[in-house]
């Protein structure tokens, strides 16, 4: 992998006297698969594109460690589909049907990884939608958080917090 | 609280640290995200729902601080006795509102199926306004009045969507004010004019406005309605009932517009100036109005030289008796490119293809020539 990203690299210096804008954009997942994509489809991710401004568009070949090849296609659907103008509920909603909860989750950190604003958005809403209405249990498990609060402390603040606890959903089994 | 949900979060802990190696040791998902994040995943809870998390953890607790949008639906107030679910609702938002006071969020939408005080919901309105809040959404059941003042005193309101209102406007007020205002969307509204305006004339400037959507918003007290909207890229008027007799001009001085669409029962009449338009979508039902009354409108529509029409009129009559004349007049469309017709006559094509010499796609839908 290494060895191909520097070849290129070389490759790329020597015609940077005639740098193609259209040349495709590679990007290597964390797991060192490599996914060419349009130009175009690496100007909705900001992170790649910042990269790729502040070397002038030399360097086409770019490392997201962050994001996993299981990950990366998603991601790129998603900007297609942006870029042609074609997202609709519709698609939205079989998007998200093929994700499971931590897919999400994941998806969730690439995009704000690479700073896709509407994918960030569409997923804030569908994580909104995955906690609403569950119990505080359940949305700590759902996110992995560990409660540093002794017993005392959480019954106190629950108390306080009591005007906001009505109509709670009762928690799901494992929904993945 | 107790053993369970730590064994459930341990055996999670393991799955996630299987599937993915670059998730260091499957820790707490949200800890390596900046606050302003978390905060905006809250933002599109509903606030009741968001107050929740800050039980979560330590760090949860002064999340709330990020939140950027808050969301009151008094659907997600489940209680069975309706007065119990109103009075809780109130105190929620008013508690809510306490809570937030220092403001540092940008949008509040707030959606009531339950009729509550006309006071209670404006008292509402105008502390978010005064937080100086980015975005206002109101979506109410039964209508409520209000002046026009509530706000078009927001310097830094960005968007205003609102349903059933029924706003008075002052003719001596100054409009200008809405400065910011980008986004303004209308439903079922009820725009009146005070009966102090003798001219019958209201001019509303908007002068950052980029999108005028309105849906069944009606206009009375007011002969003649001119949009100074200099920046305006996007008009969209819907009109799916008929239920009123007034009838007003609304003139929009738009030399930035984009798209134009317009569609339902053939109501005011709408005057465009515009330097150039790159799409019309105008669809027209069957209403009251006579053939000829229908012609004038399309044919006033029709002399803004956009560059892509699709005319859509579903009326069987029209294509038979239509008024001829009014296609016939109306001058050259110059910068035509794409014209889609649905259930428009042939009888006129002849003349409108004259008249469209860069022409170069023409679409025609269920045509009965």
Redesign the interface.
């Given at each position: 992998m290494a060895e191909e990203v520097s070849s290129q690299m070389n490759s790329l210096s020597i015609s940077e006297t005639n740098p193609s804008s259209s040349a495709t954009i590679s990007l290597v997942s964390?797991?060192d698969i490599v996914f060419k994509v349009e130009p175009t489809i690496a100007k909705e991710m900001e992170t790649v594109q910042s990269f790729i401004d502040e070397t002038d568009g030399k360097i086409t070949t770019i490392p997201l460690?962050?994001?996993?090849s299981?990950d990366l296609p998603y991601v790129i659907e998603y900007c297609e589909k942006s870029i042609a103008g074609k997202i609709t509920k519709e698609f939205e909603a079989e998007f998200v049907k093929k994700l499971n909860n931590?897919e999400v989750?994941?998806l969730?950190?690439a995009a704000?990884y690479l700073n896709i604003k509407k994918l960030?958005?569409f997923l804030?809403?569908v994580?909104?939608?995955r906690?609403?209405?569950k119990s505080?249990?359940y949305?700590?498990?759902y996110?992995?958080?560990?409660?540093?609060?002794t017993?005392e402390e959480?019954a106190k603040?629950?108390e306080e917090?009591a005007?906001?606890?009505?109509?709670?959903d009762p928690d799901d089994e494992d929904e993945n | 609280?107790d053993s369970s949900?730590i064994d459930?979060?341990g055996r999670?802990?393991h799955?996630?640290s299987k599937?993915?190696?670059?998730?260091k040791e499957?820790?707490?998902?949200?800890s390596?995200?900046p606050n302003h994040?978390i905060g905006?995943?809250?933002?599109?809870?509903?606030t009741?729902?968001a107050?929740?998390?800050?039980?979560?953890?330590?760090r949860?607790?002064y999340l709330g601080t990020f939140i950027t949008g808050l969301n009151f639906d008094d659907r997600?107030?489940?209680?069975s006795s309706c007065t119990i679910r109103k009075k809780?609702f109130i105190?929620?938002v008013d508690?809510a509102l306490l809570h937030w006071n220092s403001g540092g969020f940008q949008s509040v939408s707030l959606a009531l199926l339950e009729t509550y005080d006309s006071s209670c919901i404006k008292k509402w309105i105008s502390v978010v306004l005064n937080l100086r809040i980015k975005k206002l959404c109101v979506n109410l059941q039964n209508e409520l009045a209000v002046s026009s003042d509530a706000f078009f005193k927001c310097r830094f309101l960005e968007e205003l969507i609102l349903n059933r209102f029924a706003i008075t406007v002052s003719s001596f007020v100054c409009l200008s004010s809405l400065s910011s205002l980008t986004i303004l969307k209308l439903c079922r509204t009820k725009i009146s004019c005070d009966s102090s305006n003798e001219s019958e004339t209201l001019t509303l400037n908007f002068p950052a406005l980029r999108k005028y959507e309105t849906l069944d918003c009606t206009w009375s007290g007011v002969k003649s309605v001119t949009l100074q909207v200099p920046l305006l890229e996007v008009v969209s008027i819907k009109y799916t009932s008929v239920s009123r007799d007034s009838h007003v001009e609304i003139k929009f001085y738009a030399s930035r517009l984009t798209k134009f669409c317009y569609s339902g029962f053939v109501l005011d009449t709408i005057l465009l100036d515009t330097d150039s338009l790159a799409s019309a979508d105008i669809s027209l039902y069957n209403n009251e109005k006579s053939l000829q009354e229908i012609g004038m409108f399309v044919s006033k529509l029709l002399s803004i030289y956009p560059e892509s029409l699709k005319l859509c009129v579903c009326i069987k009559q029209f294509v038979l008796a239509g008024s001829k004349h009014h296609f016939t007049d109306i001058p050259p469309f110059g910068m035509l490119s794409y014209l889609e017709l649905n259930f428009v006559g042939c009888e006129y094509l002849l003349s409108i293809l004259l008249k469209t010499p860069c022409l170069k796609t023409l679409v025609l839908k269920v045509c009965h020539c």
């Open positions: 964390g797991d460690p962050n994001i996993s299981h931590e989750k994941e969730f950190l704000n960030l958005d804030s809403q994580i909104a939608d906690i609403a209405n505080v249990e949305v700590r498990r996110f992995g958080i560990e409660n540093d609060f017993p959480e603040l629950r917090l005007w906001t606890f009505t109509g709670v | 609280m949900p459930a979060f999670r802990k799955k996630l599937r993915q190696k670059s998730n499957g820790q707490d998902l949200t390596n995200l994040v905006h995943i809250l933002s599109f809870l509903p009741k729902e107050i929740h998390t800050s039980v979560l953890s330590k949860w607790l997600d107030f489940y209680y809780s105190d929620f508690r």
